[in-house]
């Protein structure tokens, strides 16, 4: 089993930084890990997400301003995003894949933590 802890969500004016993290506790290893955020009246969408071997692909939306990496000893990816505005408000959610094999893998989803860039 693999429990997802995500945080480092918070408020910060236009133009601001945060960094978000999120720790996979548990044994199951874990394989491609990432970001999806969801903003009320608009549908889920793909931030990024990044290989065990530390490929990255970013959403159109944030490419340039978002940098996502991973620490594997650690289990845990981080996001930082840069030049934050308005529009990145959101509930930003952590997903891993995780298994013991190429042929019984899950998804895991982390609750959530609050992104909110406001003036």
């Known amino acids: 089993q693999v429990q997802l802890v995500d945080s480092g969500g918070g408020s910060v004016p236009p133009g601001g930084t945060l960094t978000l993290s999120c720790a996979a506790t548990?044994?199951?290893?874990?394989?491609?890990m990432g970001w999806s955020r969801h903003a009320p009246g608009k549908q889920r969408e793909l931030v990024a997400h990044?290989?065990?071997?530390?490929?990255?692909d970013y959403g159109d939306s944030v490419k340039g301003r978002f940098a996502i990496s991973r620490d594997n000893a650690r289990r845990t990816v981080y996001l930082q995003m840069n030049s934050l505005n308005p529009e990145d408000t959101a509930v930003y959610y952590c997903?891993?894949?995780?298994?013991?094999?190429?042929?019984?893998?899950?998804?895991?989803w982390g609750e959530g933590t609050q992104v909110t860039v406001s003036s």
């Open positions: 997903n891993v894949v995780g298994g013991t094999s190429e042929l019984a893998i899950a998804v895991y």
């Open positions: 548990g044994t199951i290893p874990i394989k491609t």
């Open positions: 990044i290989t065990t071997d530390g490929k990255a």
